[in-house]
């Protein structure tokens, strides 16, 4: 029993390197989750794993922060993104971390901005 043996890679899930590009290296297996992730060469020679969006593909340039332009695996505030967008990896409190919408294959959708708050509508239809 027991299992098999699993190493833990740690994920990135605040992207606090802002304005600094990187590229996906590998695509790879996760055992302690059901989303895969990504491997990501930073510029500066830093490497970090982060949770694999749809459609983002080996040696695509990825940027977080403000002011990065709208692509697949661009971390961006929600503030920047425009309304019917679907995002994933979202943090409830700025700079947390990503808490809601990290499993595979799950989305959420916003709806509506007012003020500092932004309403999204989750997986669970909520």
Not at 35 to 50: F, N, P, T, V, W
Not at 53 to 81: A, C, F, K, Q, T
Request: glycine content about 10%; hydrophobic content about 35%; aromatic content about 6%.
């Amino acid at each position: 029993g027991g299992g098999h043996k699993r190493q833990y890679r740690l994920i990135d899930f605040q992207r606090k390197k802002y304005s600094v590009p990187a590229t996906v290296a590998s695509i790879e297996y996760d055992p302690n989750r059901n989303a895969r992730i990504s491997l990501l060469h930073y510029i500066d020679g830093e490497k970090r794993y982060i949770l694999h969006p749809n459609n983002l593909n080996v040696g695509d340039i990825i940027v977080s922060g403000s002011g990065s332009p709208l692509h697949i695996g661009n971390s961006l505030p929600l503030s920047e993104i425009p309304l019917g967008t679907s995002v994933h990896n979202i943090e409830l409190i700025p700079n947390r971390g990503g808490q809601i919408v990290r499993a595979a294959g799950t989305s959420a959708k916003i709806l509506a901005k007012e003020g500092n708050y932004v309403t999204l509508r989750l997986p669970s239809k909520e």
